[in-house]
């Protein structure tokens, strides 16, 4: 096989309840994914070793500067545990076209690994029975982190532990989004850190994160404006208190018209839900003359994980 395409998902946070901090120094979490039609294409080709090229999709505005192209890339470290997995060399390009943005909290990083994950598998191993499934690439995803399994499942799911055991959920119908992207991203472990911090700072003690039972039963009726009355982050207040101006992003998206608003898993990333597709093409108009964001850009989900192109 001369080369194998692979598109994948960006992912919203619905619910990103953030426990306490476990001995392995990850914390505990319950995570709603939901999976929207903002991705990432990846490429990959045999090459005489491991090369990563990254350049921003057509018509994007993603900043690719500081994405590494060595072993400090996801994707890449994802072919080396394929090609460990099969037993091969890693002689693999991968070509990495990117509309997710770049520590946006989408799991953009995320998205690329379980892309090379999928397409890796299939150029190594063009069976009819393949040694590597679905369920066995989420199993190797879960070793680069907590986002690359549902990067490859895809769809809405519930995700526990560090979010990397996924139970996928019923949902119904098809919900409209307008993310607003910022300038420059927000570092996921500080993120994390301030959210400890401010905890530390206000004597409370992290909760254990349950799954909200209002959000799943609108997921499951297709419920947009329940689901935007239900969306919840608990690394938001974190996220706003290391770039404040966010606040102004999600006051904007409210008075717009959106009928819910976060901050997309670790920020800088704003998620806003309208009730329809049109509703969402006027509130993302209204958000790009307001000013507020770098990129405005509209999606829907559920979607496909890592799909074969």
């Known amino acids: 096989m001369s080369a194998v395409t692979v598109r994948v998902p960006a992912k919203v946070n619905l619910q990103l309840g953030v ?4 001995d392995d120094g990850y914390h505990d979490l319950v995570n709603v994914f939901h999976a929207v039609s903002l991705f990432d294409v990846v490429t990959a080709e045999p090459a005489r070793e491991l090369e990563v090229r990254v350049q921003a999709a057509p018509h994007s505005r993603v900043d690719v500067a500081g994405v590494p192209v060595d072993d400090g890339n996801l994707a890449a470290q994802a072919a080396r545990l394929v090609a460990d997995r099969l037993g091969v060399e890693p002689r693999v390009a991968l070509k990495i076209r990117k509309a997710i943005p770049v520590a946006g909290g989408m799991a953009g990083g995320s998205a690329d690994a379980a892309a090379a994950l999928v397409a890796c598998a299939r150029l190594w191993d063009d069976r009819e029975q ?6 066995d690439l989420m199993e190797i995803g879960a070793d680069l982190g907590s986002d690359v399994p549902f990067a490859v499942l895809g769809g809405t799911a519930v995700g526990v532990g560090r979010g990397e055991r996924l139970t996928p959920a019923l949902t119904r119908g098809t919900f409209h989004w307008v993310f607003a992207t910022a300038d420059g991203g927000l570092s996921t472990p500080a993120v994390y ?11 409370r003690t992290a909760p254990w994160p349950s799954v909200s039972e209002e959000l799943m039963t ?33 006051d904007a998206g409210r008075d717009l018209g959106a009928i819910g608003a976060l ?9 806003f839900l309208a009730e329809t597709d049109e509703d969402a093409a006027d509130l993302a108009h209204a958000l790009d003359g307001a000013g507020v964001a770098e990129q405005i850009v509209r999606a829907s989900g559920p979607v496909p994980g890592a799909t074969l192109v």
């Open 263 to 271: 901050v997309s898993g670790s920020g800088p990333t704003c998620a």
């Open 19 to 22: 426990g306490p901090i476990r």
């Open 218 to 250: 609108a997921l499951a009726t297709g419920d947009a404006k329940g689901l935007g009355t239900a969306l919840a982050n608990d690394l938001q207040p974190a996220a706003l208190s290391l770039r404040p101006a966010l606040r102004r992003t999600l």
């Open 193 to 203: 850190g301030e959210c400890d911090r401010l905890r530390l700072e206000a004597g």
């Open 130 to 135: 393949p040694v590597l499934s679905r369920d």
